[in-house]
């Protein structure tokens, strides 16, 4: 009896007979000869059909079996160096087809499409090389944030999803009913978070954030996943350390155990390799000097847009730490620099490479007559924030944190051009289905 066996495994298996359950990726006919590339889930192989060497009925079965039906093929297993697929190296000649369906034509033929063709198959669309290769690098990073964090003497706390109250800007808050009380989605689970460190230290908080943003740009989605350590005792410059460990780790970790995919991607990995601590630091007072000498002007008080992130992430090979931005241009809970209010002990990420921004964060206001003051002047909703006052009247200390976007992550990594492609089924402006 042959051996079940799944692709990824299949260098344990050379010289033996194997099964392998999957579909139809690709077709090549030569005649006498057929070149089946199957998939199973784990990876690709090509499957050869030698006419003289098997029965006719699986000949004939090879020569009938359209893309992307599903079958089971088994065969032997042997090493060649040539060999396509992920892994590569192995071939199966195959001695038997099961056509467990025959798949009707298939939408998406192994040629280019547009994206809003492919957008509206995106059920399909995942089934494609490129996609299962991203998707199987955002499993990694997800398992290196958690792998680290839990290593590193943080707490996984979940907040909630449904919130009385804005964390980031109430202008794109996506609102709902609760029983007759406006509720929102969570933009962020920072002051939860904030709530959480005073019993437990460190903590971090990690599932879906929604924003209602009306920008169609390559980097936003309605739906993102973030993950947001949040730390007592931590001032700006421990939670930049923080940051630099943690976001290294991500990366040498998927480069690691994710280089087939990220060679499915063709990605060059050269600068990723480079991203160990330390990570370069500026204020932004010397991030608007360089983009005002770069020629990407900028006032001073102006928050980044794009162009600006990127024009100085790609000034350095590592990603860049940008800190102190103004205050009037972060969010209310910014603790302000002593002696210089008008900036604000905030902190930023910026890859290299063209990503631009992948991280937020800061030290966050300890003082009660501060925070009160800046939810005033941000007309925010009193009542909605007493709870998070009270973390203020009851042994308030200093304290940091910081949130990392997975999907702005990941298309850094794998060196792709839109976010749309780093999650399953993207939420973006104007597209909800599938
Ligand atoms: O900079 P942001 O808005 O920071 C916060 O929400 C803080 N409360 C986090 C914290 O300190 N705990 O968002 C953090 C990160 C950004 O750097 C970016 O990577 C990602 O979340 N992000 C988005 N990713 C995709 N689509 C969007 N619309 C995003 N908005 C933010
Ligand atoms: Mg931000």
């Not at 398992?143 to 964390?167: E, H, K, M, Q, Y």
């Not at 630091?281 to 000498?293: F, H, P, Q, T």
């Not at 941000?378 to 009851?394: F, G, I, M, Q």
């Not at 042994?395 to 976010?419: K, N, Q, Y």
Request: proline share 6%; aromatic share 10%.
């Amino acid at each position: 009896m042959a051996k079940n066996i799944y692709i990824e495994d299949i260098a344990n298996w050379e010289g033996q007979e194997v099964t392998i359950k999957g579909w139809l990726y690709n077709k090549t006919d030569k005649g006498r000869l057929q070149f089946l590339l199957v998939r199973d889930g784990t990876g690709l192989v090509q499957g050869v059909v030698f006419q003289k060497e098997v029965p006719p009925e699986v000949f004939e079965a090879a020569q009938g079996v359209t893309q992307e039906s599903s079958l089971i093929v088994t065969g032997t297993v042997r090493a060649d160096e040539r060999a396509p697929g992920t892994p590569g190296g192995y071939e199966l000649s195959i001695r038997d087809i099961e056509i467990v369906q025959l798949a009707e034509e298939y939408p998406i033929a192994p040629k280019e499409h547009g994206v809003e063709f492919l957008m509206d198959r995106r059920h399909l669309w995942l089934r494609s090389s490129r996609q299962w290769a991203i998707l199987r690098v955002r499993a990694e990073v997800i398992r290196a944030i958690r792998d680290w964090l839990d290593g590193n003497g943080f707490l996984n706390v979940d907040t909630p999803i449904l919130t009385p109250s804005a964390c980031e800007d109430t202008t794109t808050l996506f609102a709902t009913d609760y029983f007759g009380e406006p509720a929102y989605l969570t933009q962020s689970g920072q002051l939860y978070n904030e709530a959480d460190i005073m019993s437990f230290g460190r903590v971090y908080c990690f599932g879906p954030t929604f924003r209602a943003e009306k920008s169609k740009t390559r980097r936003h989605m309605m739906e993102f996943w973030m993950v947001e350590p949040e730390m007592a005792y931590a001032d700006l410059d421990e939670c930049m350390r923080v940051e630099e460990e943690f976001v290294s780790y991500i990366v040498q970790t998927t480069l690691k155990n994710r280089a087939n995919e990220l060679k499915v991607l063709e990605r060059d990995t050269t600068l990723l390799e480079k991203v160990v601590p330390p990570f370069p630091r500026i204020s932004y007072d010397e991030a608007v000097e360089i983009l005002n000498k770069e020629g990407v002007p900028i006032e001073w008080g102006d928050d980044f847009g794009a162009p600006h992130e990127v024009a100085v992430g790609d000034r350095f090979e590592k990603p860049v730490f940008v800190h102190h931005y103004p205050t009037q241009c972060k969010a209310f809970y910014m603790e302000e620099e002593p002696g210089r209010p008008e900036v604000s002990k905030s902190v930023d990420l910026l890859a290299a490479e063209g990503y631009g921004e992948i991280i937020g964060g800061g030290q966050r206001t300890a003082s009660y007559e501060l925070l009160e003051r800046r939810i005033e002047e941000h007309n925010l909703p009193r009542a909605a924030y007493e709870w998070y006052l009270d973390l203020r009247k009851y042994g308030s200390v200093p304290h940091s944190g910081f949130g990392l976007g997975v999907e702005r992550t990941i298309m850094w990594i794998c060196g792709i051009h839109h976010i749309r492609e780093t999650i399953p089924f993207p939420r973006l402006l104007g597209r909800m289905y599938p």
